[in-house]
């Protein structure tokens, strides 16, 4: 039987931190998960995720030769492989995290942030295959960014770069957990629109579907949901998103002058809700140069596996 | 006698166009110009420029080999060598120049934009040596940017990245002559402080040294003047444009995370009284992981030459 190259992608979040064995053409073969919330102690949280790793190994049927583990997690840091102060983990501070792991594994581990991980993985498996720049947005709980220049992600002298949801668009604005005001965040994601529609709530005197829900539980899903069925207040929510969003990428734009831009992620699966306003705001907001250049496109790698491909990726991509 | 490698830099303004022979530690061993205004065809401008260049080499007492024609120019694009749409030049639309003027020199020429080609001049000669990751900011008549990623100018998919001066900072603030309003160059620029001081001219009841000048002629450098004798409105204009720059850089250090951002040109040679507000207001708006690692520098390579020094690094980093 054949050996096969194939990298473990690690989708580390701040509930569940989920795993892939990768091959080369972006197939998943095997998979498995932990709770990361679970783990009050970095150690306990490293071993057993590398034995459930090591179980679902054991099920895999192939020859394979582990090249190496990538590892996307919220504030990643590439250069040093570590985690550092990550607000949704448990662990504070700056951890080593691919260090650790690494002589745990015995394995090449290479880690950044989970946008930048996303944006190696379209640039790998999807639709930015032939580009070499281009911006890939996440939309989720916050609002991450990868940026590729010339064909390699951006991550400035510090590995830190690619911050684009904590580019202040609007002086003196929403309270960011940044701990700072205005954050591309707070108003483009999937707790931003949720904030918008409230303050639509609160400035309306229409009726809205909205008003039945918890404040608690009011998601970007029962915006979408009431915006489809024609409530005004859930459109307006995803048109004011789509104008903060657009105006906030014609200025990207004019920082790197990208190919494309890719939405990935919960709120990016709005279709054109939230596609068609951003589009529209970002294109009258462009300087002339830029003009009907820029594609505004969905990830084409939405699903369960995408940021474990995106992760599995870094392995093929930087570590030769 | 030995022969030197030599590059021609060429800087090319709407009103002058400065040239020079330099070598590859950056000495200047001759030089010269014309002006740019008085040729209504492109092909009579480019005649006289090379004819002037001949001349000029004619003086040299060194055996010299050309390396190569290095050339900044507004709205100049690095993949194309094309001028495109440059407001200040006499000629409009799309200028085939680096090809126009190979023909006629016979040599390898690139062109970039004035600000890219002070960043590379930067990153050969001057203050940003040992970086590689650095963006360089021209306070002139507007304000350009030159994106430094990886060792890298950033020129985009299009060659148009780094156009910072035209980020929107203030929704619907002052028109822009791109035809767009609120961009940073409005703003930040020595246009922009002048536009400020009339501003608050408007609002402020206090005698001013500068009412004494008419408004047409009111520049920069009388605005510099009234600060340093201590004049409140000229003071405060620095102090505004320090706070709308700063507050922008935050905001770029968020997309490249550079190690320096350096100020090139006339108003940046304001020194304290331009870089004290900015470095305030740019530290207070960092997110927190890039406090206090960021550091603002002037160009260190202010002077006559600067900008055709830029344009000949061009040759050396760009030729090979």
């Known amino acids: 039987m054949k050996t096969r190259e194939i990298a473990i992608g690690i989708d580390m979040g701040g509930t569940n931190t989920v795993f892939g064995f990768v091959n080369k053409r ?87 942030n989970d946008a930048n991980a996303a944006a190696l993985g379209e640039m790998m498996y999807g639709g930015a295959k032939r580009m070499k720049d281009f911006i890939l947005i996440t939309l989720g709980t916050g609002l991450g960014s990868g940026i590729v220049v010339n064909g390699n992600v951006l991550y400035g002298h510090d590995g830190f770069a690619g911050e684009i949801g904590h580019v202040i668009v609007v002086p003196n604005g929403r309270k960011c957990g940044c701990g700072r005001k205005g954050c591309l965040e707070t108003y483009a994601s999937a707790t931003g629109i949720k904030r918008t529609a ?99 496109l969905p990830s084409s790698l939405e699903g369960a596996h995408a940021a474990v491909l995106g992760a599995s990726a870094l392995v093929w991509k930087e570590i030769s």
């Open 26 to 112: 972006g197939k998943c073969i095997a998979q498995g998960s932990i709770r990361t919330e679970q783990y009050e102690e970095l150690n306990d949280f490293l071993k057993a995720l590398w034995e459930r790793i090591e179980e679902v190994r054991l099920e895999i049927k192939q020859n394979i030769h582990i090249k190496g583990i990538g590892i996307g997690a919220p504030n990643g840091n590439f250069y040093n492989g570590t985690i550092e102060f990550a607000p949704n983990l448990n662990w504070k501070g700056i951890i080593p995290f691919a260090k650790e792991f690494k002589k745990l594994s015995k394995l090449p581990v290479v880690l950044t």
């Open 198 to 296: 409230l303050n639509l709530l609160s400035e309306s005197d229409e009726e809205s579907m909205l008003s039945g829900h918890t404040i608690r539980s009011l998601s970007a899903k029962m915006i979408d949901a009431a915006a489809i069925k024609g409530d005004k207040v859930a459109m307006d929510s995803f048109e004011y998103t789509g104008k903060i969003l657009g105006e906030a990428l014609a200025n990207s734009i004019a920082y790197t002058s990208p190919k494309a831009i890719f939405l990935f992620g919960g709120l990016a699966q709005a279709g054109k809700l939230i596609f068609k306003p951003t589009k529209k705001y970002m294109e009258r907001s462009l300087l002339h140069v830029y003009k009907k250049k820029v594609k505004l």
